[in-house]
């Protein structure tokens, strides 16, 4: 992968029409110690993020490489959100922001524009996050709103949203001036933003979703009581069956279910098949005897069927 990556940079710097390419190297999910993923620890939600470009020299001096060993899990030079990623390409490309996204506009990647036009970027990014507010909370939300010197004293979380949006809607994007304030007054009320509104769609009831969990069980447990009870020698209700089933219900409390979940398949579908040739077997070589053997058995036991016809077992 470094030789893939090494062509295609060099071939970036050396080709005339793609000296305006970026590249982009970026991991789906990270990855525990065991090699998983789809769990909460730091290896599995730190994936790897590296902007490639030889315009980036024009506005970066570059970082050490190897970088230092980070004091936090996986957090080497500097951390972003997932979110953030998206505004970022559309700004780059010069393509609107996705409607329903919350990113923020990466800073380190505005100095390629000079400063007036910065402030106007970080805008559009701020009216693309203030329409998914107001499209949540609905515009009373942002009536009346209230303007202080510090949004922070003695203010809720919501009250000094309210607050900082009231200074972006009042702020002036004319001119150069103050240009620094501008953006960091855009950036902290996107961020702010981002937290609540994501922390609102994570919000869940979990009275009601461990209700739903024991409706679940006592569902589940109707069900195979009534088809024990209607077909207690069923080959559905055969051992390997509830080995699958009570497996697979442990597994639904894994960690990397995701992960995880083909292997369980994997060696399940493995493991009935075997069972199935086993039976096979056992049916190919001793089915037929021990079925004529009962067969006469019933027959020899039973009386005619029909006197009249003179029909009889043998």
Known sequence: MDSVVKQLYEAMESKEHLASTLLVLCGDHGMNDAGNHGGSAAGETSPALVFIAPKLRTISSGFPCPADSPEDDYQYYNV???SDIAPTLAGLLGFPIPVNNLGVFMPELLHFWPPNERVLLMKQNAQQVLRIMKATFGDMFFDNVAISVDCDQSLSKAESLKCLWGKVERMDDDGPSNTGSKLMLLTEVLQSTRSIMSST???????????????????????????ALSAPTAAALNPWSWVIASSYAAMMFASSYVEEEQYFWYWMASGWLAWLYVKLYDWLHHGPKQLLTRSSVLFSSAGPLDSKLGVYHF
């Open 80 to 82: 972003v959100e997932q």
């Open 201 to 227: 769609a994570s919000n869940y009831d979990i009275a009601k979703l461990q209700l739903g969990t024991l409706f679940a069980a006592i569902a589940a447990c109707v069900t195979l009581a009534g088809a």
